[in-house]
């Protein structure tokens, strides 16, 4: 196992010792210890790496991350795996705000709660939250699922395109043009094999599914007061 | 014959026939109206100003015989691996999907051939793009289209967007008949809506975050590439101060005479600042963080020839950027289409619907049969010839001010022709020392 210890490591030591994986890997297991809540550590991971980070991050853990799996044992600041490709992000506390934005796959593992915008444009991403999500979260959300097992904040899903949101707890408000959807059993199915990889023991039929009415696809006069 | 003079029709300038036909299109359509280019509206600009040529006090080097250089380097502040392009004329964020794949190829073309970079738009990276850019700028826009890592990595450089001169503070468009398969597919989008990007970035706010946010993409890629940062012309000063604190090495700053592929009318000519009220203030930031010439700056927004160009640089600009004049270059507007822009409600030297896809140069639609029209290869020699005259033009008048390259201008070589020019350009009226609020 590779260890970095960044009370003495510096961040881009351990971001590029990672980066050198992707051309000659020597080592998959890897463990941070001190991350003293530090931004942008282990981004642009581009290698099946398994890294643990043995405390709290700050702003962009994981980001653009590719192939890796990554476990925080602690919570996490803004954007955690944005704009991830692939791999696991697991997240064993809390995340801020625009957790998984933008990320186009892989999936992203919150077990506490997580802030506004938690989805923000996501594009085919799945993420899991075990707890409670804040206010403006998959903010046009084009693909992917977003599966939060407690309550979710105001304008959920608002000017949402095509991903999939099951909320198991309340909504306090949906966005514009989003809408409470029949489950269906091929939803269940999903949902049932999204909230095992994610280690989560929820009953699937507890949760309502959300998605897009699809009216504001084209700029129509009569949605005006929509926008 | 009657000996009445016949009645001359009196135009209110308030309620003009172009005034009063948008009144009537809005009535009945009950929405805005939306099309693509730049401001129509006159406004204080390059034309504004004179080059001042060497006489007793300067002299002049020889035309055709002494050199005058027109190379730029762009992100020495903190990238391994700075750009260094031949001439300070590069080409703007143009969008595959606002353009076609062939336009973007043409441009890919002409820019490596005249030795400058291009840049992608909102919607990713093509092949063909970066297949035929020498130097690519890779656009990281709020909406992060087709955003991914792997693209970063083959860039040159990064330019992250916070707004353009067209439309600051708002989001682009790309209206529905352009989103076909295989944009929608860049994009992760159905095909066929009309697409709207965001105007703010989705995982950060304000520019201490910014600062975070280069950091991460500095990250990613190993310190190697510059990173710009894109300002749509509106409070330059704060921005570029602002820009400079988070780490960005290069300032592009889009005046609003800068061109859009689709946006509202109404924003298109009444947001923003025109690029000649811009650029000393973001020189002024520039200069007071003992930054000027160490971030470079680019600008644009209404770049159309050599004497634009050494006009921007000798107020202090590192390089320019060009958009709509690229375009033009390719093929766009060109009069032998005016027949066919005839029978979609325009005509050549006014068509500006790029967000229709309708484009009958088969610059600005997504149309295979529109499209196949342009020869990447023709549009691109076509291009960097119009690139090569920008800067032949712009080596003469910096000679004919004795200057040895196009950096060496500066505002003393500058006059202006207007009171608002001479106080938005900060140089003197022509024939006078009096610069409009700076005393007498």
Redesign the interface.
């Given at each position: 196992m590779n260890k970095f210890d960044l009370a003495t490591d510096s961040v881009r030591e351990l971001n590029q010792a990672l980066h050198d994986q992707a051309k000659e890997l020597t080592e998959r297991e890897w463990h941070v210890s001190n991350p003293g809540g530090k931004h942008n550590l282990v981004v642009g991971v581009n290698e099946a790496l398994s890294i643990d980070i043995d405390g709290h991050a700050g702003y962009y853990c994981a980001g653009m991350n590719q192939k890796a799996t990554v476990t925080v044992h602690g919570n996490v600041g803004v954007g955690v795996a944005e704009n991830m490709m692939s791999g696991v992000v697991r997240v064993k506390g809390s995340a801020s705000q625009a957790a998984g934005a933008t990320a186009h796959g892989g999936l992203l593992v919150i077990e506490g709660d997580a802030g506004a915008r938690c989805g923000i444009s996501m594009k085919g991403v799945d993420i899991v939250v075990g707890g409670s999500i804040g206010h403006m979260s998959c903010f046009m959300a084009q693909a992917g699922r977003l599966v939060v097992c407690g309550d979710a904040g105001d304008a959920l899903g608002d000017s949402l395109y095509e991903t999939r949101i099951y909320v198991k707890g309340t909504v306090k408000s949906l966005g514009s043009d989003c809408i409470e959807k029949e489950m269906r059993a091929e939803h269940l199915d999903e949902l049932k094999e999204l909230l095992h990889r994610a280690g989560f023991n929820e009953d699937p039929a507890s949760f309502k599914r959300y998605g897009s009415s699809r009216q504001l696809y084209n700029f129509k006069v009569d949605n005006a007061s929509a926008y | 014959m009657s000996d009445k003079p016949t009645p001359v029709l009196r135009e209110s300038a308030t309620f003009d026939r172009l005034t009063i036909q948008e009144i009537q299109r809005a009535a009945e359509?009950?929405?805005y109206d939306i099309r693509g280019g730049g401001t129509k509206r006159k406004l204080p600009h390059f034309d504004d100003l004179l080059l001042l040529g060497a006489s007793m006090s300067r002299y002049p080097l020889e035309g055709y015989r002494e050199k005058c250089g027109t190379d730029v380097v762009l992100g020495t502040r903190f990238a391994k691996k700075p750009i260094h392009l031949k001439i300070p004329v590069t080409i703007a964020g143009m969008s595959f999907g606002a353009l076609s794949a062939q336009a973007k190829e043409a441009l890919g073309r002409g820019a490596s051939i005249a030795g400058t970079s291009t840049t992608t738009g909102d919607g990713g990276m093509t092949p063909e793009e970066r297949g035929q850019s020498q130097t690519l700028v890779y656009q990281y826009l709020p909406?992060?289209y087709g955003?991914?890592?792997d693209d970063?990595r083959k860039a040159d450089a990064i330019e992250i967007v916070l707004g353009q001169g067209a439309k600051p503070g708002g989001g682009g468009m790309l209206?529905?008949m352009k989103v076909t398969e295989r944009v929608a597919g860049m994009?992760?989008?159905?095909i066929?809506?009309?697409q709207?990007s965001?105007c703010r970035h989705?995982?950060?706010t304000g520019p201490d975050?910014l600062a975070?946010?280069i950091?991460?993409i500095r990250?990613?890629?190993?310190?190697e590439k510059p990173i710009y940062v894109k300002i749509g012309a509106s409070r330059p000063y704060y921005d570029v101060k602002l820009a400079i604190k988070a780490g960005a090495d290069v300032i592009v700053l889009d005046g609003m005479q800068g061109g859009t592929a689709a946006t509202q009318e109404v924003f298109i000519e009444h947001v923003g600042i025109p690029i000649l009220a811009a650029i000393p203030p973001a020189v002024q930031a520039l200069q007071e963080m003992d930054m000027h010439r160490k971030v470079q700056l680019i600008v644009s927004g209404g770049i159309r020839t050599g004497a634009d160009v050494a006009k921007a640089m000798a107020m202090g600009a590192d390089a320019v950027a060009i958009g709509t004049a690229a375009l033009i270059a390719l093929g766009d507007n060109h009069p032998r289409l005016d027949e066919e822009l005839k029978k979609i409600g325009s005509a050549a030297g006014y068509y500006d619907d790029w967000q229709n896809g309708q484009d009958p140069a088969g610059i600005t639609t997504q149309n295979p049969e529109l499209s196949r029209r342009l020869d990447p290869v023709e549009a691109g020699r076509r291009l960097a010839n119009y690139l090569r005259v920008l800067v032949l033009e712009a080596q003469t008048m910096a000679r004919a001010c004795g200057k040895s390259h196009l950096h060496n201008l500066d505002p003393e070589d500058l006059v202006a022709l207007t009171v608002e020019a001479a106080a938005m350009a900060r140089v003197p009226l022509a024939g006078t020392n009096w610069v409009p609020g700076q005393g007498f």
């Open positions: - | 359509t009950g929405i909406s992060r955003m991914n890592p970063l209206l529905g994009r992760t989008l159905p066929g809506v009309d709207r965001a989705p995982d950060w975050d975070i946010k950091a991460e990250e990613i890629t190993d310190w």
